[in-house]
């Protein structure tokens, strides 16, 4: 399954928040850049909400394949594979790297929140056949992330480089009779 990344639905804000005070003294405010980064397709009723921090590292909010309950969802691994290909192009574009950490947040493993219907047991088998590990606080780097995709959707590896091609050989031109 090969699918391109519509960047028509990708949107990428950055912005600043607060990350620690002292409320004793507002001097000691301290901010960090934080990029979000939201994947909306109406057409296949998918959202993915990304959470990049200055680290580097990457906060999977949002991994939802049927966005509106009232639609139908979307077609089986749809979502997981653009989930792939959003990760590929924040590299491309020095968003994120292979070393970063991966985590889920607290949303992702329904029931936390008591708004969820989603199964427990199901999600986590699920996230865990992504390579996420429990003991890491759900977590992984993003290459171990993009290894599991590259196997679940072989045709999405990136293409390798061609081999240069030689100069040919001169052809010797006939001497003169």
Not at 55 to 81: C, E, F, M, S, W
Not at 115 to 136: A, C, I, P, V, W
Not at 158 to 173: F, G, L, M, R, S
Request: net charge negative; hydrophobic share 25%; aromatic share 8%.
């Amino acid at each position: 399954m090969k699918n391109k990344l519509n960047l028509d639905n990708l949107k990428i804000d950055t912005d600043e928040y607060e990350v620690d005070r002292d409320y004793e003294d507002d001097e000691d405010i301290e901010y960090e850049e934080q990029t979000m980064v939201t994947y909306t397709d109406r057409e296949n009723n998918i959202k993915i909400i990304l959470d990049l921090r200055e680290d580097k590292n990457v906060y999977l909010a949002i991994l939802n394949g049927q966005h509106n309950k009232t639609k139908p969802p979307a077609p089986k691994g749809l979502t997981r594979n653009i989930l792939c290909n959003i990760l590929q192009y924040l590299i491309k574009k020095n968003f994120t790297t292979g070393n970063s950490i991966m985590n889920l947040t607290p949303g992702n493993l329904g029931g936390q929140t008591g708004r969820f219907t989603h199964n427990q047991e199901r999600l986590e088998n699920m996230y865990r056949s992504m390579g996420f590990k429990e003991d890491d606080d759900w977590g992984q780097t993003v290459n171990g992330f993009l290894d599991w995709c590259h196997s679940k959707y072989p045709d999405d590896k990136k293409e390798p480089e061609p081999e240069p091609v030689a100069d040919p050989e001169p052809v010797a031109e006939p001497e003169p009779a």
